[in-house]
């Protein structure tokens, strides 16, 4: 019993701590594309930007496993630079997330921003929003079993997938913006807002795959859709976003469904069992 108290109240912690770095970086980032004013930076370069910090902060912790030079510069060469096959694997939710992240700037640069109205097509961010999703589970799941399957380190994960995430961005930000960039620079734009959201969405990167590999997916989806419910709340109350009746309704599902998650096994399982009885009795009642 113990033991199932400590797990859920890690799991409790771990989607309490997501889902305030998420809900921050939706509401921080749709700042910056809809309603703070001056030159609009290019989404491109802070998607790679972030894999940048988020490479350069795994490399540190990996420093810090390994406990010596000797052995970081061991664990570098055994498992990045002799091993092309795994980074060729990594690749691969390297570039699901680069596109989830591109289209969540996308998406969050056509939706409504209430207060502030900008020359929005919401048909667009939609279809971002739906192209993210389709991406973040299919990475979430596909990242999941590969930190599963292998006593491989957390931070050698991390780092071979990050590198793979610089070179696909930094393709991303040629075929994109490269005219722009080359014309103005690769921080045209940038304020202390952008630093924060580009911040937040490496803070975030990294405390998720920790998530991942000691908890589990489904966390995360949980972590996404509460994020989802705190930013709303947040948009109502600093850009004057009106809440319908189905989102409330969703709201409360997603807060119910979190409850009974965090739940330890034991307490689930007798919650479950005291509504079959419930439904068993009424059937008795009705016959």
Same mark, same amino acid.
Request: charged residues 15%.
């Given at each position: 019993?113990?033991?199932?108290?400590?797990?859920?109240?890690?799991?409790?912690?771990?989607?309490?701590? *997501?889902? *305030?770095?998420?809900?921050?970086?939706?509401?921080?980032?749709?700042?910056?594309?809809?309603?703070?004013?001056?030159?609009?930076?290019?989404?491109?370069?802070?998607?790679?930007?972030?894999?940048?910090?988020?490479?350069?902060?795994?490399?540190?912790?990996?420093?810090?496993?390994?406990?010596?030079?000797?052995?970081?510069?061991?664990?570098?060469?055994?498992?990045?630079?002799?091993?092309?096959?795994?980074?060729?694997?990594?690749?691969?939710?390297?570039?699901?997330?680069?596109?989830?992240?591109?289209?969540?700037? #996308?998406?969050?640069?056509?939706?409504?921003?209430?207060?502030?109205?900008?020359?929005?097509?919401?048909?667009?961010?939609?279809?971002?929003?739906?192209?993210?999703?389709?991406?973040?589970?299919?990475?979430?799941?596909?990242?999941?079993?590969?930190?599963?399957?292998?006593?491989?380190?957390?931070?050698?994960?991390?780092?071979? *997938?990050?590198?793979?995430?610089?070179?696909?961005?930094?393709?991303?930000?040629?075929?994109?913006?490269?005219?722009?960039? *080359?014309?103005?620079?690769?921080?045209?734009?940038?304020?202390?807002?952008?630093?924060?959201?580009?911040?937040?969405?490496?803070?975030?990167?990294?405390?998720?795959?920790?998530?991942?590999?000691?908890?589990?997916?489904?966390?995360?989806?949980?972590?996404?859709?509460?994020?989802?419910?705190?930013?709303?709340?947040?948009?109502?109350? #600093?850009?004057?976003?009106?809440?319908?009746?189905?989102?409330?309704?969703?709201?409360?599902?997603?807060?119910?469904?979190?409850?009974?998650?965090?739940?330890?096994?034991?307490?689930?399982?007798?919650?479950?069992?005291?509504?079959?009885?419930?439904?068993?009795?009424?059937?008795?009642?009705?016959?």
């Amino acid at each position: 019993m113990a033991v199932e108290n400590v797990s859920a109240i890690f799991k409790m912690y771990c989607l309490t701590v *997501m889902t *305030m770095v998420a809900a921050t970086y939706t509401v921080a980032l749709r700042y910056t594309r809809t309603i703070s004013t001056g030159d609009m930076y290019y989404a491109t370069t802070a998607v790679c930007l972030a894999e940048v910090i988020k490479l350069v902060l795994s490399l540190g912790m990996l420093t810090k496993e390994t406990g010596s030079f000797p052995r970081l510069k061991s664990a570098l060469m055994e498992h990045i630079f002799c091993s092309p096959k795994e980074l060729l694997k990594l690749s691969v939710p390297s570039v699901v997330y680069a596109i989830q992240n591109n289209m969540a700037f #996308l998406a969050l640069s056509n939706l409504d921003a209430a207060v502030y109205q900008v020359e929005q097509n919401p048909f667009v961010g939609f279809v971002a929003i739906a192209i993210a999703v389709l991406c973040s589970g299919f990475a979430g799941v596909y990242f999941e079993k590969v930190l599963k399957s292998s006593d491989t380190s957390l931070w050698v994960r991390n780092i071979q *997938m990050y590198l793979s995430g610089i070179v696909i961005t930094l393709i991303g930000v040629f075929l994109n913006d490269g005219n722009n960039v *080359m014309e103005n620079g690769f921080f045209f734009g940038y304020t202390h807002w952008v630093c924060f959201v580009v911040l937040l969405a490496s803070v975030g990167g990294l405390y998720t795959s920790v998530v991942v590999k000691y908890t589990d997916n489904i966390m995360k989806g949980f972590s996404a859709a509460a994020a989802i419910v705190l930013s709303t709340v947040a948009s109502v109350l #600093l850009f004057g976003l009106h809440i319908t009746i189905p989102f409330a309704a969703g709201a409360l599902l997603v807060c119910v469904s979190i409850y009974l998650y965090g739940l330890p096994k034991s307490e689930a399982m007798k919650t479950t069992r005291q509504d079959s009885d419930s439904e068993s009795k009424q059937k008795l009642i009705n016959v």
